[in-house]
């Protein structure tokens, strides 16, 4: 049975990091892309992140750009976001998800081609 188990979140102050974790359980990692999102209160699911099957591609929507980097460890099967810089608007729960196929796909932001979720960790950014 797939499982996707996301970690690491809570609060931090703008300008903080924090690193979140996304542990697989029932599939290799390494056989699909993996991408994370977040949703904040009152806003739409945003597509964070992407990261390809051998970690070679990695995508990100433009206000995450140069602060966050996705990164894997096959060999414990976990994906990560490093999130450095964090702003207020940073604020959301973020998941992470597993597509149908096996590629992040041409509208991985958009989250449509991906099947299998996790419930999410919260991040607060506040002073």
């Known amino acids: 049975q797939v499982q996707l188990v996301e970690s690491g979140g809570g609060l931090v102050q703008p300008g903080g990091s924090l690193r979140l974790s996304c542990a697989a359980s029932g599939f290799a990692v390494d056989d699909y892309a993996i991408g994370w999102f977040r949703q904040a209160p009152g806003k739409e699911r945003e597509g964070v992140s992407c990261i390809s099957t051998s970690g070679d591609s990695t995508f990100y929507t433009d206000t995450v750009k140069g602060r966050f980097t996705i990164s894997r460890d096959n060999a414990k099967n976990t994906v990560y976001l490093q999130m450095n810089s964090l702003k207020p608007e940073d604020t959301a729960i973020y998941l992470c998800?597993?597509?149908?196929?096996?590629?992040?796909?041409?509208?991985?932001?958009?989250?449509?081609?991906?099947?299998?979720w996790g419930q999410g960790t919260q991040v607060t950014v506040s002073s």
């Open positions: 998800a597993k597509p149908r196929g096996w590629t992040c796909g041409s509208s991985w932001w958009s989250g449509i081609g991906f099947g299998s």
